[in-house]
């Protein structure tokens, strides 16, 4: 069934993201905490980092994932992919949260799985105009990986980057899927082999017809 991907724009923090909730990362593909690893139960869940901000605040907060000294995170979208913008506007947003402001390596990934890096983010310098590292106008990407690289040797609950969201500010949305035999009006399409045989078909049955008569 061919997605029917939608957007409302959101504005959260002073940042406009023209896909709304379909501009943030959507799926967990992997996640490897640093040395030593946070120690609290509401920051191991990799899935805090999907869709969009929800960090509740607090020790005893939710809604983000702490990377540990040096552990990372490879977020996926899904519902669309992200772009260059064209011109020296910011396109990468990270939301990375909790009272300290940590470091964090930033690579994006095409679908055939090459990443590149595109710097750092740290505290309030938390986007990205990833048209600085010429990857190529036209090339869309699928995944991010974050990586913590404020190497303090702390340790506690929430050691390392605290990951609450990753959005696109330049998206395309996904609204067909390349798998799928429904064109983008849900149609199934019928493949040219089949429409001869049935036409081929239908000339026979009228010959036979018309014979009969």
């Not at 964090?104 to 799985?113: R, W």
């Not at 990443?115 to 505290?123: I, K, W």
């Not at 996904?174 to 078909?201: C, K």
């Amino acid at each position: 069934m061919a997605s029917q991907a939608t957007a409302a724009t959101l504005i959260i923090d002073g940042i406009e993201f023209v896909d709304g909730e379909a501009a943030f990362a959507d799926e967990l593909v992997e996640l490897s905490f640093g040395t030593p690893p946070p120690t609290s139960t509401n920051f191991l869940d990799g899935t805090s980092a999907l869709g969009v901000p929800d960090y509740t605040g607090g020790s005893n907060g939710t809604g983000s994932v702490s990377l540990g000294n040096g552990g990372f995170i490879i977020l996926k979208f899904t519902d669309n992919v992200l772009t260059t913008s064209g011109t020296d506007s910011d396109d990468l947003f990270v939301f990375e949260v909790g009272p300290s402001v940590e470091r964090t390596a930033v690579e994006i990934g095409t679908a055939a799985g090459t990443f590149y890096s595109v710097g750092d983010v740290a505290g309030s310098l938390s986007s990205i105009d990833i048209d600085a590292f010429d990857l190529g106008g036209n090339t869309e990407f699928t995944f991010v990986k974050l990586t913590d690289s404020f190497f303090t040797g702390e340790a506690g609950g929430t050691v390392g980057a605290d990951i609450d969201a990753v959005g696109a500010i330049s998206s395309r949305l996904v609204t067909d899927d390349p798998d799928d035999d429904q064109d983008d009006n849900g149609i199934n399409p019928v493949p040219l082999p089949a429409t001869g045989i049935l036409l081929i078909a239908g000339l026979a049955g009228l010959t036979a017809m018309r014979r009969r008569k």
